[in-house]
């Protein structure tokens, strides 16, 4: 199966809103509330920041949101910080009892 | 606090073999809906997600490696260990083993926490 589809590079200066585009089938996001996302800082661990389209696990800023319409999912991250530069990728359950995960994308806080 | 931790060779040899230990601590191997993942991202890549195994010991690996993997667990020393055969240089990458949960309907939700991962480079 291919990977989702994510654009290669976001920015955004402080302060402002980005969103991040997931696109899959009808095979995963299209048809499952089992997208997720994960954050990635250099040399780190992926953490998990939303899970099942739009939940925030404890400890999670609110300014994570996440949200779908049809075959993409997307991730909008609010009043931007620097710490929010980070690789993001989404990760969604297919029809094949699989997962799957985007080519992620690289946040850049300007 | 659930953790993970791999460990395993950090070099190996085109066609060998490579075996994996994930050891968790946190949670139980034989809880129903935990299981634990393996994870690959090349240097510089895109994570790609390699197999999964759960208490009942349904397994799933993807399809584009399936016939080299093969997952199994320790419940007792709460190990989770993956073989992948045939190395080659391509494979070099860090792999990452994490905590998987699953919905109520049998279908994997989200993974997480992540071990710290382990960079294993294939080369002769």
């Known amino acids: 199966q291919s990977a989702l589809t994510q654009p290669a590079s976001v920015s955004g200066s402080p302060g402002q809103s980005i969103t991040i585009s997931c696109t899959g089938t009808?095979?995963?996001?299209?048809?499952?509330?089992?997208v997720s996302w994960y954050q990635q800082h250099p040399g780190k661990a992926p953490k998990l920041v939303i899970y099942?389209?739009?939940e925030r696990p404890s400890g999670i800023s609110y300014r994570f949101s996440g949200s779908k319409s049809g075959n993409t999912a997307s991730l909008t991250i609010s009043g931007l910080q620097a710490e929010d530069e980070a690789d993001y990728y989404c990760c969604s359950y297919a029809t094949s009892r699989t997962l799957i995960f985007g080519g992620g994308t690289k946040l850049t806080v300007l | 606090q659930v953790t993970l931790k791999e460990s395993g060779p950090v070099l190996v040899k085109p066609t060998e073999t490579l075996t994996l230990t994930c050891a968790v601590s946190g949670f139980s191997l034989s809880h129903p809906t935990m299981g634990v993942s393996w994870i690959r991202q090349p240097p510089g890549k895109a994570l790609e997600w390699l197999a999964h195994?759960?208490?009942?010991?349904?397994?799933s690996y993807g399809t584009s490696l399936e016939s080299r993997l093969t997952i199994s667990k320790d419940t007792s020393k709460s190990q989770v260990v993956l073989s992948m055969t045939n190395m080659d240089p391509v494979d070099t990458a860090t792999y990452y083993c994490?905590?998987?949960?699953?919905?109520?309907?049998?279908?994997?939700?989200?993974?997480?926490?992540w071990g710290q991962g382990i960079l294993v480079t294939v080369s002769s």
């Open positions: 099942e389209v739009t």
């Open positions: 994490a905590r998987i949960v699953r919905d109520g309907y049998n279908r994997f939700s989200w993974v997480d926490p």
């Open positions: 195994i759960f208490s009942n010991d349904q397994k």
């Open positions: 009808s095979s995963d996001v299209g048809t499952y509330n089992l």
